[in-house]
């Protein structure tokens, strides 16, 4: 339901754009988010949006990255800034309904994405 795209093969300092897109779900009904996950690691979220358009990062992402959604196009993108290797990982969307709290607990019962996998070399 999920369609991630935009990962590839950078070098440390470049920048990507992920998307990820539906033609399932109502796109702004939605929080939305990114997570990732390294080789040998759990995932872990790097950018939520709720469906009023607030936003939230992790500290390792806050200032380099930026979340945003366009509902007219269901839509979900992700800009990365200043990559380096520590932002090697498969990157996933999510999207989920927020019931409050923290914006990333509002995936566990929901919709996933492949993934799209970004690499990042010095």
Do not use: H
């Not at 196009?73 to 996933?92: F, I, P, V």
């Amino acid at each position: 339901k999920l369609v991630e795209s935009g990962g590839g093969l950078v070098q440390a300092g470049e920048s990507l754009t992920l998307t990820c897109t539906t033609s399932e779900l109502q796109f702004e009904d939605y929080a939305w988010a990114w997570f990732r996950q390294a080789p040998g690691k759990g995932r872990e979220g790097v950018a939520c949006i709720r469906s009023e358009f607030s936003t939230y990062y992790k500290d390792f992402s806050e200032g380099r990255f930026t979340i945003s959604r366009d509902n007219a196009k269901a839509t979900l993108t992700l800009q990365m800034n200043s990559l380096n290797a520590d932002d090697t990982a498969m990157y996933y969307c999510a999207a989920g309904l927020f019931r409050g709290g923290s914006c990333f607990s509002a995936f566990r019962k929901g919709y996933w994405g492949q993934g799209t996998q970004v690499t990042v070399v010095s």
